[in-house]
């Protein structure tokens, strides 16, 4: 009898040990202290740059025409050709011209020496100075039809305003063309335009972007901003104009890229493995007295660096949890870790 109260005593016991054990492992599992490893967000330095894919268009489309009529002598330029300020692309024949010329020179001379020999005689009072002041008008009037003679066989070239391509010849050589009929027409190589299209948030902020460049052929030229139309596409994008004096043809593709001054907001960088996504938005864990809370962020493109821009939502200050992310809870408690860990987030 006393074997048997023994027994069931000893079996008793053994079970509230046997529950001890299991609450108190129950208990340390619904403990667990996560370790975590953390980081403060780094401020971009410089300038935001953002990149588009743009296209080429042609600056200016001039018609070119003689200043005086005639017969073309020659065109010694084609269509497509690369031509460069001043020179020659169509001749008009210039005998008429280079005979009027001559005529105006002969009479200019001899006015010359009638005036000479008046200016004698009136400055020795053995001429009427009426006579003296007609002669002299006459010398000025023979001075200007002169130079309207040479303007007018000058005009018999026509020349390149500027550097450019020949876009199209629409006369024939021994052709008779009168004043300001086009001749050629020619693609302004001074200055070409590109276009992009920028999202809302770029047309938005305009103003802060003052830089602008594209590279082509390994070698990097400046862009100049002229103007951003301030009307969305059916794709809600808006059309920006940039010129460029780079040697590039009309329809080739470009990569663009415009840089920003730093904006209001100080634009911060996190690891890629801070970021998570809970609906459609993003979060980031912010640590504070070791608990932790859920903040929402802007997130914007991953950076050169591999690491997420943030926009706003965060603070240099803050300090973040970079690993883990998925398996923490608003308003836990965790450990921080320093150093290279294997087990951050105590899953193994």
Same mark, same amino acid.
């Given at each position: 009898?006393?074997?048997? *109260?023994?027994?069931?005593?000893?079996?008793a016991a053994a079970g509230l040990l046997t529950a001890c054990?299991?609450?108190?492992?129950?208990?340390?599992?619904? #403990?667990?202290?996560? !370790?975590?490893? #953390?980081?403060?967000?780094?401020?971009?330095?410089?300038?935001?740059?953002?990149?588009?894919?743009?296209?080429?268009?042609?600056?200016?489309? /001039?018609?070119?025409?003689?200043?005086?009529?005639?017969?073309?002598?020659?065109?010694?330029?084609?269509? *497509?050709?690369?031509?460069?300020?001043?020179?020659?692309?169509?001749?008009?024949?210039?005998?008429?011209?280079?005979?009027?010329?001559?005529?105006?020179?002969?009479? $200019?001379?001899?006015?010359?020496?009638?005036?000479?020999?008046?200016?004698?005689?009136?400055? *020795?009072?053995?001429?009427?100075?009426?006579? @003296?002041?007609?002669?002299?008008?006459?010398?000025? $009037?023979?001075?200007?039809?002169?130079?309207?003679?040479?303007?007018? %066989?000058?005009?018999?070239?026509?020349?390149?305003?500027?550097?450019?391509? /020949?876009?199209?010849?629409?006369?024939?050589?021994?052709?008779?063309?009168?004043? *300001?009929?086009?001749?050629?027409?020619?693609?302004?190589?001074?200055?070409?335009?590109?276009?992009?299209?920028?999202?809302?948030?770029?047309?938005?902020? @305009?103003?802060?972007?003052?830089?602008?460049?594209?590279?082509?052929?390994?070698?990097?030229?400046?862009?100049?901003?002229?103007?951003? %139309?301030?009307?969305?596409?059916?794709?809600?994008? @808006?059309?920006?104009?940039?010129? #460029?004096?780079?040697? /590039?043809?009309?329809?080739?593709?470009?990569?663009?890229?415009?840089?920003?001054?730093? !904006?209001?907001?100080?634009? %911060?960088?996190?690891?890629?493995?801070?970021?998570?996504?809970?609906?459609?938005?993003?979060?980031?864990?912010?640590?504070?007295?070791?608990?932790?809370?859920?903040?929402?962020?802007?997130?914007?493109?991953?950076?050169?660096?591999?690491?997420?821009?943030?926009?706003?939502?965060?603070?240099?200050?803050?300090?973040?949890?970079?690993?883990?992310?998925?398996?923490?809870?608003?308003?836990?408690?965790?450990?921080?870790?320093?150093?290279?860990?294997?087990?951050?987030?105590?899953?193994?």
């Amino acid at each position: 009898m006393k074997a048997t *109260g023994f027994f069931v005593l000893t079996l008793a016991a053994a079970g509230l040990l046997t529950a001890c054990g299991s609450s108190d492992k129950k208990g340390a599992a619904e #403990t667990v202290i996560h !370790s975590v490893m #953390t980081t403060h967000p780094t401020a971009i330095e410089g300038r935001e740059v953002k990149n588009f894919s743009g296209v080429v268009k042609e600056n200016a489309t /001039i018609s070119l025409s003689f200043r005086a009529g005639g017969q073309i002598q020659s065109i010694p330029v084609k269509e *497509g050709q690369h031509v460069r300020r001043g020179q020659l692309l169509a001749q008009l024949d210039t005998k008429d011209y280079q005979i009027a010329v001559d005529n105006a020179r002969v009479q $200019l001379d001899q006015m010359h020496r009638q005036v000479e020999r008046m200016k004698a005689l009136y400055e *020795g009072n053995a001429m009427n100075g009426n006579d @003296y002041e007609l002669a002299t008008s006459k010398l000025e $009037l023979l001075e200007l039809q002169l130079q309207n003679a040479e303007n007018q %066989l000058s005009y018999t070239r026509l020349t390149a305003p500027c550097d450019g391509y /020949i876009q199209g010849v629409h006369r024939e050589q021994s052709e008779m063309v009168g004043v *300001g009929t086009p001749v050629i027409s020619l693609v302004d190589d001074r200055r070409r335009e590109i276009q992009i299209n920028v999202p809302s948030d770029v047309a938005r902020d @305009y103003d802060r972007y003052d830089g602008a460049y594209f590279i082509h052929n390994g070698q990097r030229y400046p862009l100049d901003i002229i103007a951003i %139309l301030h009307k969305a596409d059916a794709n809600q994008l @808006y059309n920006v104009r940039l010129a #460029t004096s780079a040697p /590039i043809r009309p329809g080739q593709s470009v990569d663009v890229y415009i840089e920003a001054r730093a !904006s209001e907001n100080e634009v %911060l960088t996190v690891p890629t493995g801070a970021v998570f996504e809970d609906a459609g938005k993003s979060y980031v864990w912010v640590l504070k007295d070791n608990k932790l809370s859920r903040r929402a962020v802007t997130a914007n493109k991953v950076d050169k660096n591999g690491k997420v821009i943030i926009t706003s939502g965060l603070e240099i200050t803050d300090e973040v949890v970079k690993a883990g992310v998925t398996h923490l809870t608003e308003g836990e408690i965790v450990r921080v870790v320093t150093g290279e860990t294997s087990n951050v987030g105590d899953l193994l």
